[in-house]
């Protein structure tokens, strides 16, 4: 029996001359509505290669129907994907706000920026909860995450909905509903790598992905957070009522399919390919997660570290992507022609940068000539096997 | 006897072919080195008039010098000022980070966003300097706030300094020096407006400018707040631990200049006039403060709400910036040709936009056609007098 | 008997999602098919008071229903519209192509940068139309002129369709078919002015705007150009086989009304009058053309001069837009505060801008913060009455 | 014995704080005055290995001084170089004037759309030096364009020199001494090709560069043009006065090094190679040219055609640059989700392109998303051995 799948467009954002810019939402009703995975791709303009993933899954689906359901948005930002300033695709802030598109989603469970709206309080709900089953709390919680929504969305009918809280409420009125949320994005230039919730180890290791940032559970606006953080409160609301049984029940990742600005179909397949090993472990497909071979690098976020460009100028790296480094190496080259004295000699154009520790180069600059002060790389530090 | 001035070049950015983006700091010693008042203008790069303002400060401090001295900067923000894309300049949000020029100053008494280094703890400082007398207290606070700024400069030897934080401390190392700071803004279509401390009302009377909002103390990343908020908390300090005597001894004030992209050098000299006044309360220059004939209109920035456009379209402006209005006035037109059904009427072209509450419309949008959910207008609402 | 209406929505661009940025087309036709007007505003995304001329031509023309008919085309440039980066439009240049939007329409009667695609030989039409009658001629011309269209729209069959062609095609289909073109700009800080076709004396008065600008019968890739210029060759043609009674037929107007980014419904309803008097000059309105008091100032094109900026800095405008001048009167100030030594005074930051001809300043940058060598403001030199 | 070296630096815009942006001019004087190359690099913002190439000409230069003489600009263009939005730099355009940076420059011997001052006759010229030696008429044809490059600087006296102008103006200054130009600029996403004059087929297998695009000499504002096409001109004139031995002593190439955002000082060694050995054809350097061992393809400008994006989309590359290929075959993929219907596949969001003609598919656009009618590769047809 095939999946039976449904349509609907929704707005992100209407512009100066009323035409509206909207996103697919292709939703894949499996044998049974849950466990369901929300995917999406392209909320920064420039990060393309989750619509390849996307579209291999529909072919994916279609020959091997799924056990749960799946909502699939590619292209989910119109705006950042038309933020096109000569070549190239200025698509991580809005032109309008400077706001990051993936830092304004709403904190369901405590106060966020994009909205003064109530919350839920996980601790006035599991003190009513107490006593519930596992799955009434799940069906409560869930009910009140969509009611929260609900009440951020009515609060504009006073003063307007503003554009920012209008893109969150499209997103999250649709993610609210998951139990898994995949945020597809793509790194500068990197390999692929994945943000996970702390904890989610055999989760993580089934997208078979080699590098890993682990998050904690605070709320910092990204779709992930604003996925698991929630649960992970409701979680710890009901510990300290003294239920330790609510364990978090809906987890969010933000995966890094490679460089900004790389879309190919070939790829997609086998991107798909992760994606659903991790949505077998979650039950969303039948089957085995795969299980990697090779040691999967680790560090929390909290140790992701960044080198601000000691100098302006050209950008030469001397190592690739992905590559571990000692403190010390030569990871990278500014190259700013101006210094040369007389005679010139490129050596002295040269101003080197260094690891300040060890651990793994994973994502360069998209550009390869960046001011001072501007993020020239990031590495992993205090870097564990998963 | 005439000042003694010196200038000094600060850089704010390094571009990526090594130019120094540079602001000229004007230092001015008169009597006395304090009080010292920290001026600056055009942190966002389309608000402009406040440099002219500086530059007639200029004129009137050679003719009659000061008691107190002064640190003058225009066109604080060579980066701002020069995003310019077609005609216009693009000047809140920097192109490379999306943030806001005037939301990455340091809060250097406690966690601030835009650096991860330790700051002043007030309590600690209170229980060190309990038994000081205010000028001990006002002097180590200084030399506190200054080590503070110290400690994030250093913090960059490792990992570099982030462009963003480069450009906050150049502004921070210098305003922390003073006892009141200006930041001269301007509202996108706007009268003049000030934002200002709470409680600071006769120094905010002494501007004469006709409109207030109340600024409570709390860092948000504003120079303003970067300035008195410390000094708040200082004092707050000391009354939890006793003592009720270390008043706040610092104001930071933002002064809205009227709209952006205006520039007048005649308006100038009116606008340091104001300036000037306030700078008499403050003992910076000499004479007693203006006292303005007319109501000056105050409410609470927590009570300054804006409207987001309820439709993308072009935008008719009813009333004019400044205008009181009752619930339920019309205040604008947002116009969408594209809605004309046949035979075409204007009318149907047209959303009204309606005030939701009392109060003064203070700013519409600087341009006249926004999509939708853009900030449309700000008005001032539960307006009283000050 | 009321006016037909019409609509269709024509596509300009289709943005890298997919979706269609469309212009909605108004077409009213009257008791006759001919005289056919065209009118379209807002080809500049900045320039938007063009639109409540067109607006207000709806309301007019269900009043009094036209005796020709008309074309009437608002927000004809979504793309341009939709170019804002921070608040304000940078609508002029294509951000993808760097091409001015106003320059890129086809010559229909020579070479032109748009197409390689043949264009129509006006001699070899005369020669073979040398006996004709007028009526002939002209329904001729016209349908030899949709010919050139077609044939360039077929020329994108192979290798695909420039978005620039694509753009200047679909304004183009409807514009060809019009005895009188108008095209509803801005300038950038101006007074309502006019390019009129020269010679074109009586029908430029009729619009009663105070200041006008001779365009000679030479295509630059303009649409009032592109309008008139085919026509003007194919009378020159019909001289040089002796014949010199196939006049003109078209005229093209670049209508300036006011400037950029105001817009005001109130105004267009003034500014709608202003067109319909030169649309009754051409018939398209019943009764007379009015017939302006003053004194209209009117040069040549090739005596509209610029000011380039002799140093970059803030602009303080000494003049009014539409004031004239003489040589050597100061009529801007360019300030720069950098400038300043010590003790710093405001004069030693100033450039002064003298007049360098006689003449009428008719335009200021719409930006009060320039580049050295950007445009400061345009001026009417030998100036003439009209 | 070493070269002397000087360096100078030119002023290329100076923007609204009053900064300049400079470019450093390294002149390297070797055992004679001639012959003279001037090399610039980094035209368009984006297109950096040319910087590389002329840091490796330094350290080469240094260590085998030349017989000649050569000009090197790294980074000659600080404004498109520092149009950087978002990640990118958008470096083709000019923000303020939408004009291309490699359109701009001025025909010295024929009218150009950058200035109107009178330019050189060389037919007048040709006529005064009928009789004149070759020598004479190099070095006066050389001062007649100094005169004429003077003449148009002095033109911006009264009106101000237009920043594009200033532009032109300090490279053309430069580059007019040489008797070689060298433009190094990349393509998109491409291999290694150059842009030769028509008939210079020995001096251009000497690059070793494998694909070759003819210019005929004809002036359409690129730096090449404007190097040789005078000197073309000349020769003409020259002929048409029944001299035929005054060839065309002047020769200009626009280098493509690779792709745009791509910089390694490692292949600038190599690409310095390459240039050297053209330096050596042109006895700029001594030793003998390279002759390289593999066939060079070659077309004519005229036959370098690009297809129009046929849709917006994603775009999937299914050939690497510097392919050939024969008509019909498939060469990239648009991919558009939206364009899936129910069930979704992924074949239905694909528009396939294919090659109109047989040829070489030498670049393609430099980002992997575009709306309709973008260039989104372009080819060489007609390709011939060199």
Chains 1, 2, 3, 4 share one sequence.
């Not at 009323?18 to 697919?24: D, I, K, S, V, W």
């Not at 393309?48 to 899954?57: E, R, S, V």
């Not at 069906?139 to 503003?162: K, M, N, P, Q």
């Not at 910092?220 to 609510?246: M, Q, T």
């Amino acid at each position: 029996m095939s999946a039976r799948w449904e349509r609907r467009d929704i707005v992100l954002r209407t512009n100066a001359t009323g035409h509206q810019l909207t996103a697919p939402v292709f939703w894949c009703h499996g044998r049974n509505e849950r466990p369901l995975a929300y995917v999406q791709a392209n909320v920064h303009g420039a990060e393309l290669q989750g619509n390849a993933a996307i579209l291999a899954l529909f072919d994916m689906l279609e020959k091997d129907p799924p056990r749960g359901s799946l909502i699939l948005v590619p292209r989910v930002n119109p705006i950042g994907a038309n933020q096109q300033v000569g070549d190239y695709v200025a698509g991580v802030y809005d032109f309008h706000s400077g706001q990051n598109f993936n830092r304004g989603y709403l904190y369901l469970t405590g106060p966020s920026r994009a909205s003064s709206a109530p919350y839920v309080d996980v601790d006035a709900f599991a003190a009513v909860h107490r006593d519930a089953t596992l799955s009434e709390i799940k069906d409560g919680f869930h009910e009140a995450l969509r009611a929260a929504l609900h009440a951020i969305r009515d609060s504009g009918v006073t003063w307007g909905l503003d554009a920012r809280l209008e893109f969150a409420l499209a997103v999250q009125e649709l993610a609210v509903e998951a139990d898994i949320v995949l945020d597809l994005h793509t790194g500068d230039r990197a390999p692929r790598f994945i943000y996970a919730p702390e904890g989610a180890v055999a989760a993580t290791r089934a997208f078979g992905i080699p590098f890993v940032l682990e998050v904690p559970p605070r709320f910092a606006g990204a779709l992930d957070e604003a996925a698991f953080v929630p649960w992970n409160d409701l979680s710890e609301a009901f510990k300290r009522v003294g239920r330790s049984d609510v364990r978090r029940s809906v987890d969010g990742f933000t995966v890094e399919l490679g460089s900004m600005n790389t879309f190919s179909m070939a790829q997609g397949v086998e991107d798909a390919k992760r994606i659903a090993s991790a949505l077998k472990y979650y039950g969303v497909l039948d089957g085995e997660p795969d299980d990697p071979a090779y040691r999967i690098a680790a560090c929390s976020v909290a140790d992701y570290q960044s080198i601000a460009a000691p100098a302006g100028g050209l950008v030469d790296p001397v190592v690739t992507p992905g590559s571990p480094v000692r403190q010390g190496d030569l990871v990278a080259r500014i190259v700013d022609p101006s210094r040369c004295a007389l005679p010139p000699r490129s050596a002295d154009s040269i101003i080197e940068v260094r690891a300040p520790e060890d651990g793994v180069i994973l994502l360069f600059h998209a550009f390869s000539s960046i001011p001072k002060g501007v993020r020239l790389l990031s590495m992993m530090t205090k870097v564990k096997s998963l």
